[in-house]
């Protein structure tokens, strides 16, 4: 508990700028999960290429 107090102080002291570097930073990587899963399951190039640009 006590080191999720102590992210949740850092995130707090994040200036706007370092909070949208870190929203795009876990954009990015929710984006290369998707992909990577999408990969696993046997999609084809088309298939995935389809999946990023619906969202």
């Known amino acids: ?5 102590s992210i ?3 995130i707090k002291a ?3 700028r370092e909070l949208e570097e870190l929203r795009l930073w876990f954009d990015r990587s ?3 999960a998707r992909l990577q ?3 696993t399951v046997g ?3 088309d ?5 990023t640009r619906s969202e």
């Open 1 to 5: 508990m006590d080191r999720i107090q």
């Open 8 to 10: 949740e102080r850092q």
């Open 14 to 16: 994040l200036s706007p």
């Open 30 to 32: 929710y984006a290369v």
């Open 37 to 39: 899963g999408a990969a």
């Open 43 to 45: 999609m084809s190039t």
């Open 47 to 51: 298939e995935i290429m389809v999946l």
